[in-house]
C-alpha cells in the first residue's frame, strides 16, 4: 500500500527545466527587444514571490474550486472504450472548467499575478478565443481593464468568442497586419507591451514566448495532471499508461503531462494540427515540418523559409494554427521523452462527430486533433492498459464552422 | 579602420552629431533602395541603416511593418540586401548597417552571416530582439569579422543592463528615446538627454538616439547633446507614398537633406 500511495503523488525528485537562463536545452531563452528585458526580469522575480506566498495560493486555490469548478471531472468513456476495442480510455474534462476550456487556469492565475503586482490594465492574444474569453473573464472577475488582441480572419471564424469577450467587458482589436491569425495577435499585443509596459501586463495565453512566460504558464496549467493523477489512482488504482493531447502552442498538453514526466512508464503523444496534410504546405505540424528557429521570444521548432521568414499555417482549429510550439515540447521531442504525431482536417472532423454520438460530448476542434490520433493508436493497445485523453475544451464555438465543413460551405447556423 | 568608427572620429574632430537615416531594403525594389541610399550620402546622411524585412516585427510600428511587408511581396531576403551592399560598394564609401530581426540571420548562419557582412562592406548589424546574453556566438563571429555590433539602450534598461550593453557595443550605442515601437512622435521626451549623458559616463563609444525623431527642429535639439540621430519610419512614410516613381530617390534626398542640416547646424555639448 505505501507504494501505491506514492502513485497518486507527484514524484519529488528534481526537475531542471527551465534552468537559471530560462532554457530547456537549447530551446526556450529570452529573446526580446531591450525594452521588454527589465519588465521580463521583473515578472520572473513578482512571480517566484508570488508562487512561494501562501496566501497567493490559497486565494487561487479558493477560486479553482468555488469558480472555476475544480476539480474538473475525470471520466471513464464506456462507449469510447466499447468502439475501440482497446485500452480503457479516461477523459479528462477541462471542457467542463468555467468558460470552457483549461485555458481559465493560466488566465486566471496571471491576472492575479499581475494585480499584486499593481498592475492596472491586461492585455492579451487569442487564436480560437478560448484565451481571450478566459483572460477577460477574469478581469471581469478581479476588476482590471482588459485589452484583447485577435487576427481579423479567427475574428471571422470566431464571431461568437468575440461577442463574449465584449460582454464581459475587454475591448477586442482586430489585428490586420500578416496573416492576421494568432502570431500577428501576438506580434499586436507585444507592441502594445513594448509602449505600455510601465501599467500593463501582458497575459500571454500559451507556454510559448520569453521567458518567464512558458514557466508561469506551466505552472499554472500543471492542476491537470496532479488531479487526474490523484483520480485515477482513486478509480483505478494505478498510473495510467498512455496520455494523448492536442499541441498548439501547448499549454493542455503541458498541463496533462507535466506531473507525469518523471514516471518514465507512463508515455505520451502530443498531436499537431496536420490541416490538409503537411505534404501541401498548408498545416501547422511544426515537428513534422519545421526547423530550428526563433518566434515571440524563445527558440524551439518554427515553420519558416530558408530566408528565416515565418510561414502562413492552416488548420481547420484556430486554437491549433500557430507557426512556433512551446520550448518545453521542443525539448521533450528531441530528448524523446515525448512523441509527437499530427492529425489533418478531416480526421479531426470524424472525431468530432464521433464523440458526440458516441459520448455526447461536443469537443473543441482542438481537442478533436487528440481524439483523432487516439482513433489510431488506442485500438491497438492491450485491454488493460488504461489512456487519459486530455478534453481541452469544449466544441460550442466550433459549431457553425464544423457545420460548414459537415454540411458544406451554404451551411449558415 | 571600420567606417562607422573612422565617420565618429572625423565628425567628433569637428565636434558634429552624426545623421543617420532608416530605410527599408526592397522598398518598393532593392534598385530603388541602391539609389535612394546614394541620394541619402548626398543629402548628408553620414551612415545609413538598412532595414532587414522580417514577416514578424514585433519592435516596428505600422509605417515600418507596411514597408517591410512591401518589400516581402518580392522575397527580399537577408542574402539579396548584402547582394546590395557589394554592388553599392562599387560608388560608395559611406557606412552601412543593418537593422535585423535575429530569425533571419539563425537561419543564415550566424558564423557565415558575418563573413559575407565582411565581405560585402557592411560595417554593423544591430539585431532587435537579440540580447546580447542570448547568443554569444553572435557577437565573437561580428568582432572577429571586424563588424560593429550595435545594441539597443532603452528607458527600461537597468544601470546593470546600461553597463553590458554599452560594453557590448562597438561602433556607436543605439539609445531609444522612449518605451514602444518605431514610429513618429509630436515631441520628444525630456530625459533623453539626461539618459544620454548618464550612458556617456559608461563608455566613449559614441551615443545615438532613435525612435520618434522626425522633424528638422527635433534633429537638431537631439544633435546638441547626442553623437548621432536616427530617423526612420519619417523616410520610410515618404518612400511608401511616393513608391516605384522615377523622382523618388531625389525626393527622398531633399527631405533628408533639411533633416541632415539641422543635425549639422549645431555643435555637439555646445548647449549642455
Known sequence: ?413 | MNRIDARFKWLAERKLSAFIPYVTAGDPTLGRTAEVVLELEKAGADIVELGIPFSDPIADGVVNQEAAFRALKHNVSLHDVIGMVTWLRKSTEIPLLLFTYYNPVLAYGVEQFAKDCKDAGVDGVLCVDLPPEEDPDYKRCLDAAGVATVFLITPTSSPERVELLAKSSTGFVYYVSRTGVTGERVSMEQSVKGAVESIKRHTSTPVAVGFGISTPAQSAEVAGYADGVIVGSAIVRMIGELGDQPEMPAKVGAFVKTLADAAKSINVGVHV
Open chain 1, 1 to 413: 500500500m505505501q507504494q501505491l500511495k506514492s502513485l497518486s503523488e507527484t514524484p519529488n525528485a528534481p526537475y531542471p527545466y527551465p534552468d537559471a537562463r530560462g532554457r530547456y536545452g537549447q530551446f526556450g531563452g529570452r529573446y526580446v527587444p531591450e525594452t521588454l528585458m527589465h519588465p521580463l526580469q521583473e515578472l520572473e522575480e513578482a512571480y517566484a514571490s508570488a508562487k512561494a506566498d501562501p496566501e497567493f495560493q490559497a486565494t487561487l486555490a479558493a477560486f479553482q474550486a468555488n469558480y472555476v469548478g475544480r476539480p474538473t471531472p475525470l471520466y471513464f468513456a464506456q462507449r469510447l472504450t466499447e468502439h475501440w476495442g482497446g485500452a480503457k480510455v479516461y477523459l479528462k474534462r477541462e471542457d467542463l472548467a468555467h468558460t470552457g476550456a483549461h485555458k481559465i487556469n493560466n488566465a486566471l492565475g496571471q491576472v492575479l499575478l499581475a494585480k499584486r503586482m499593481g498592475k492596472k490594465r491586461i492585455i492579451a492574444e487569442t487564436g480560437a478565443g478560448q484565451h481571450g474569453v478566459a483572460t477577460a473573464t477574469a478581469c471581469a472577475l478581479l476588476g482590471l481593464d482588459c485589452e484583447v488582441y485577435m487576427g481579423t480572419e479567427d475574428m471571422e471564424r470566431q464571431k461568437l468568442n468575440v461577442f463574449r469577450m465584449r460582454l464581459l467587458g475587454s475591448k477586442v482589436t482586430g489585428v490586420h497586419s500578416g496573416t492576421k491569425t494568432l502570431k500577428d495577435a501576438i506580434n499586436e499585443a507585444m507592441r502594445d507591451w513594448v509602449t505600455n509596459v510601465g501599467d500593463t501586463h501582458y497575459v500571454l495565453g500559451t507556454v510559448e514566448g520569453p521567458h518567464p512566460y512558458p514557466l508561469i504558464c506551466r505552472d499554472f496549467q500543471s492542476i491537470i495532471g496532479r488531479e487526474a493523477r490523484a483520480q485515477l489512482f482513486e478509480q483505478e488504482g494505478c498510473l495510467p499508461d498512455l496520455l494523448i493531447a492536442c499541441v498548439g502552442g501547448g499549454s493542455n498538453a503541458i498541463g496533462l503531462f507535466f506531473d507525469f514526466i518523471l514516471e518514465e512508464k507512463v508515455k505520451m503523444i502530443g498531436v499537431e494540427a496536420g490541416g490538409f496534410g503537411p505534404e501541401t504546405g498548408q498545416h501547422a505540424a511544426r515537428f513534422a515540418g519545421g526547423v530550428i528557429g526563433m518566434l515571440h521570444g524563445a527558440m524551439s521548432y518554427v515553420l519558416q523559409d530558408a530566408n528565416g521568414q515565418i510561414k502562413g499555417t492552416h488548420s481547420v482549429s484556430a486554437g491549433l494554427d500557430y507557426a512556433s510550439v512551446g520550448p518545453e515540447h521542443a525539448y521533450w521531442r528531441t530528448t524523446g521523452r515525448v512523441e509527437y504525431a499530427y492529425a489533418n482536417d478531416n480526421e479531426a472532423l470524424d472525431a468530432f462527430q464521433l464523440i458526440s454520438r458516441l459520448e455526447g460530448i461536443i469537443p473543441a476542434l482542438e481537442s478533436a486533433h487528440a481524439i483523432a490520433h487516439a482513433c489510431k493508436v488506442v485500438p491497438t493497445l492491450p485491454k488493460d492498459d488504461i489512456v487519459i485523453i486530455n478534453l481541452s475544451g469544449r466544441g460550442d464555438k466550433d459549431v457553425s464552422q464544423a457545420a460548414r465543413f459537415i454540411l458544406g460551405e451554404e451551411a449558415n447556423l
